[in-house]
Structures are given as structure tokens and as C-alpha cells.
């Protein structure tokens, strides 16, 4: 096992997981594609409805088997982001693969079993660590939006069968819906009474998505990716930050607690020990290194007299 350290973390080069939701027709695909640097995973066959110049280089599995062989190092070496349109299509190829790979994951309608769907639940979340850790690349899932009824109110939901739901959101970093509010479309990344999403490192709330012109180019996914990897490269140089203060106030601490040897040097630290510009858990970790130090050497705080003395003998002389 190799361990290693919190810093070694290049936090700026995070590679992001998302979902895009909404209803067929409202361009998930081609926002989809304005990704960095993106491979098409057709799976639904669909590239003829996006317009011409916002399509990628593609592939289209006719088979969960064929796309496990496409998706090599070698293939996806000049990729950045590997665009799965649509995440519904891909679980029915996964589904028709896991009951060939194993009868008992199917039932008589050819449809999956309770434990079909866990298996092909546990191969969509191996499928997603493999593209994200070891082909290192970004993951952006294309699902359409199906509504619900619940009560009065009618929410949209991604159409995927069963429990397999769970399974898809769970390793994401970002998942918005897209919606037409108005003239414009947007894509929302916060939880409200229509629909759940996900949002995390400070992209949150609804975004308008900007009309594409001739003239414009299709990148919205992109700055937003580059905008997410910002926020991180900035929350790890404030770690960074608070990391060295705690080693400072950690190491002016100790040599307090190392100077102790009687009452009078004991009042002397603790005054300093509680002017400190504490941070993190420096406060906590010194106090108890205190608590160790005057124990040891036989002292005792005494609250009414606000300064150390002897420890009072324990009772029965020990």
C-alpha cells in the first residue's frame, strides 16, 4: 500500500463527473459535447440530430462488450472527456450484457430481476472508476427527464428503471437539469421542489446557457469546468494556508509545554498557550499535550486560585 500525503493532491487538475438532464429535444447533447476536448459515445445513435458543427469524434457500441473494447488507454489517449449520450441507453446494453453473462439477473420478459439490477447497478459505478481513475478522464452522462406525479406536484426525474438510480448519481461531482425558462434555456444544479441535482465546489443554482451562433463558439461546459477547477485550486491554497499556520502555532506550543518543569513555569505557559492565534485543531491537540505535561510533573490547576500548584495526594497515600 502506498500512502500518501494530503499536498500531493494537484487540486487543479481535477477531472469532473456530470450529469445533464432534460427532455428529448432540448440540446443535452450537444451541451454535452461542448466539453474539453470530448469523445462522442453514441450509444443511442443520435448524432445525426446535432447540428454538424458542434459534433465530435464518436463511436457507436451496438454492445456493452464492443464499448468495454473501445474504451482502451490507447483509443481514448487524445481525449479529455468522454461524453456517455444517452446514460439510459447504456444500462440497457449493460442490462442485456449482465442476464447473457448470467441468467439469474433476468426474468421471463427479459427484463432484470432484483439482483440484475444490482449487478448492472455495481458495473455502472466500475465502469465510471475505471473511465475517471485509470483512463483519467472528465465524465459527462446525457439522461433524458421523465415527469412524476407526487400529489399535486409533478417532478422531473432521470428515466432509469429501478434501483439503479442510486447507482448513476452517486459518483458524480456536478448532475443540473436543463429547462427552457422564458426565451432562454438553463440548467439548474440545486435541489428544489421539481426535480434533485447536485452541485458542489460552489456551482450551484441556475444558469442561463448562452444561444450558439455561427459565431460563438460551443464551450459552456468547458468554462464551466475550467470555473469549477478554479474553485478548488483556490479552496486547496487556503488549506494550504490555514496548514502552515496550524504547524506554527503546533510547533510554538509544544516548546511551551516542553519548558514546563514546575508551578511558576506552568502559569507562564498556560497564559501563552491561550494567546496563541489557534487554528484548526491546535487548541484541542495542545490541551491535551498540557493535561499530559503538568500531570507529569506533579502539578495541579487549582481554578479558585487561578494558578498551579502540588497535586493533592490521591487517597490512600498513592
Request: neutral net charge; proline residues 5%; charged residues 30%.
Given at each position: 500500500m502506498a500512502i500518501r500525503m494530503p499536498n500531493e493532491i494537484k487540486e487543479g487538475d481535477k477531472r469532473i463527473r456530470m450529469l445533464i438532464a432534460g427532455y428529448p429535444g432540448i440540446g443535452k447533447s450537444t451541451l454535452a459535447l461542448s466539453a474539453p476536448n470530448p469523445l462522442h459515445i453514441d450509444a443511442d445513435f443520435g448524432i445525426d440530430r446535432i447540428e454538424p458543427r458542434y459534433r465530435a469524434p464518436f463511436i457507436q457500441p451496438k454492445s456493452y462488450d464492443e464499448l468495454l473494447e473501445?474504451?482502451?488507454?490507447?483509443?481514448?489517449?487524445?481525449?479529455?472527456?468522454?461524453?456517455f449520450d444517452t446514460g439510459g441507453k447504456l444500462i440497457t446494453l449493460m442490462s442485456i450484457w449482465a442476464i447473457k453473462k448470467d441468467p439469474k439477473y433476468g426474468?421471463?420478459?427479459g427484463s432484470l430481476?432484483?439482483?440484475?439490477?444490482?449487478?448492472?447497478?455495481?458495473?455502472?459505478?466500475?465502469?465510471?472508476?475505471?473511465?475517471?481513475?485509470?483512463?483519467?478522464?472528465?465524465?459527462?452522462?446525457?439522461?433524458?427527464?421523465?415527469?412524476?406525479?407526487?400529489?399535486?406536484?409533478?417532478r422531473l426525474r432521470i428515466?432509469?428503471?429501478?434501483?439503479?438510480?442510486?447507482?448513476?448519481?452517486?459518483?458524480?461531482?456536478?448532475?443540473?437539469?436543463?429547462e427552457v425558462i422564458g426565451n432562454h434555456r438553463t440548467i439548474g444544479f440545486s435541489n428544489c421542489e421539481r426535480y434533485f441535482a447536485k452541485g458542489t465546489r460552489?456551482?450551484?443554482?441556475?444558469?442561463?446557457?448562452?444561444?450558439?451562433?455561427p459565431d460563438t463558439p460551443n464551450d459552456f461546459l468547458t468554462k464551466l469546468?475550467?470555473?469549477y477547477n478554479a474553485i478548488t485550486s483556490r479552496e486547496a491554497e487556503n488549506a494550504a494556508e490555514d496548514q502552515k499556520k496550524y504547524q506554527d502555532v503546533m510547533a510554538g506550543g509544544k516548546s511551551l509545554i516542553d519548558a514546563i518543569?514546575?508551578?511558576?513555569?506552568?502559569?507562564?505557559?498556560?497564559a501563552?498557550?491561550?494567546?496563541?492565534?489557534?487554528?484548526?485543531?491546535?487548541?484541542?491537540?495542545?490541551?491535551?499535550?498540557?493535561?499530559?505535561?503538568?500531570?507529569?510533573?506533579?502539578?495541579?490547576?487549582?481554578?479558585v486560585l487561578k494558578k498551579h500548584t502540588a497535586a493533592p495526594p490521591q487517597e490512600g497515600g498513592k
Amino acid at each position: 500500500m502506498a500512502i500518501r500525503m494530503p499536498n500531493e493532491i494537484k487540486e487543479g487538475d481535477k477531472r469532473i463527473r456530470m450529469l445533464i438532464a432534460g427532455y428529448p429535444g432540448i440540446g443535452k447533447s450537444t451541451l454535452a459535447l461542448s466539453a474539453p476536448n470530448p469523445l462522442h459515445i453514441d450509444a443511442d445513435f443520435g448524432i445525426d440530430r446535432i447540428e454538424p458543427r458542434y459534433r465530435a469524434p464518436f463511436i457507436q457500441p451496438k454492445s456493452y462488450d464492443e464499448l468495454l473494447e473501445d474504451l482502451t488507454p490507447i483509443n481514448v489517449q487524445d481525449f479529455d472527456t468522454l461524453v456517455f449520450d444517452t446514460g439510459g441507453k447504456l444500462i440497457t446494453l449493460m442490462s442485456i450484457w449482465a442476464i447473457k453473462k448470467d441468467p439469474k439477473y433476468g426474468q421471463r420478459d427479459g427484463s432484470l430481476s432484483l439482483k440484475g439490477y444490482g449487478a448492472v447497478g455495481r458495473e455502472f459505478v466500475r465502469l465510471m472508476d475505471y473511465c475517471f481513475y485509470e483512463l483519467r478522464k472528465n465524465i459527462v452522462i446525457v439522461f433524458h427527464a421523465i415527469e412524476e406525479k407526487d400529489g399535486d406536484n409533478t417532478r422531473l426525474r432521470i428515466k432509469v428503471e429501478g434501483q439503479t438510480k442510486n447507482n448513476v448519481w452517486e459518483p458524480m461531482d456536478l448532475g443540473g437539469f436543463v429547462e427552457v425558462i422564458g426565451n432562454h434555456r438553463t440548467i439548474g444544479f440545486s435541489n428544489c421542489e421539481r426535480y434533485f441535482a447536485k452541485g458542489t465546489r460552489g456551482i450551484s443554482g441556475i444558469r442561463n446557457i448562452p444561444d450558439l451562433r455561427p459565431d460563438t463558439p460551443n464551450d459552456f461546459l468547458t468554462k464551466l469546468f475550467a470555473e469549477y477547477n478554479a474553485i478548488t485550486s483556490r479552496e486547496a491554497e487556503n488549506a494550504a494556508e490555514d496548514q502552515k499556520k496550524y504547524q506554527d502555532v503546533m510547533a510554538g506550543g509544544k516548546s511551551l509545554i516542553d519548558a514546563i518543569t514546575d508551578a511558576e513555569s506552568a502559569d507562564a505557559a498556560l497564559a501563552a498557550l491561550g494567546n496563541l492565534p489557534h487554528i484548526l485543531t491546535s487548541r484541542r491537540e495542545l490541551a491535551a499535550m498540557y493535561s499530559e505535561k503538568i500531570k507529569a510533573q506533579g502539578l495541579f490547576y487549582d481554578k479558585v486560585l487561578k494558578k498551579h500548584t502540588a497535586a493533592p495526594p490521591q487517597e490512600g497515600g498513592k
